[in-house]
Nanobody, 124 residues
Framework: QVQLVESGGGLVQAGGSLRLSCAAS????????MAWFRQAPGKEREFVAAVTWSGGSIYYADSVKGRFTSSRDNAKNTVYLQMNSLKPDDTAVYYC?????????????????WGQGTQVTVSS
């Protein structure tokens, strides 16, 4: 069982930056693939980024490539999402997710554990 708690969301102007954190409980955090998803009002949950267990491979949605960076610190059981050059279209609730395999996925259905989400609002 893994419990995930996101933090770091907030209100920022377009062009600004935020850093999200996701703290995980559980001794086997290092064996989980971690991912970030987001969901805007009236839209489906969409993939943002995924980090393999070692942090050696990271995958991004095209919409955030070059602006967002994800990383993980297995010693701290934490995964991060650094978001730069934020746009109003990035406004959403951001979720952290985990799956107990080494292979990443961009499908929300592939993830077994979810955090409660943190709101990110980007004003124009």
């Amino acid at each position: 069982q893994v419990q995930l708690v996101e933090s770091g969301g907030g209100l920022v102007q377009a062009g600004g930056s935020l850093r999200l954190s996701c703290a995980a409980s559980g001794r086997t955090f290092s064996s989980y693939t971690m991912a970030w998803f987001r969901q805007a009002p009236g839209k489906e949950r969409e993939f943002v980024a995924a980090v393999t267990w070692s942090g050696g491979s990271i995958y991004y949605a095209d919409s955030v490539k070059g602006r967002f960076t994800s990383s993980r610190d297995n010693a701290k059981n934490t995964v991060y999402l650094q978001m730069n050059s934020l746009k109003p279209d990035d406004t959403a609730v951001y979720y952290c997710a985990a799956r107990p395999t080494w292979s990443p996925s961009s499908s929300a259905r592939a993830y077994e554990y979810w955090g409660q989400g943190t709101q990110v609002t980007v004003s124009s």
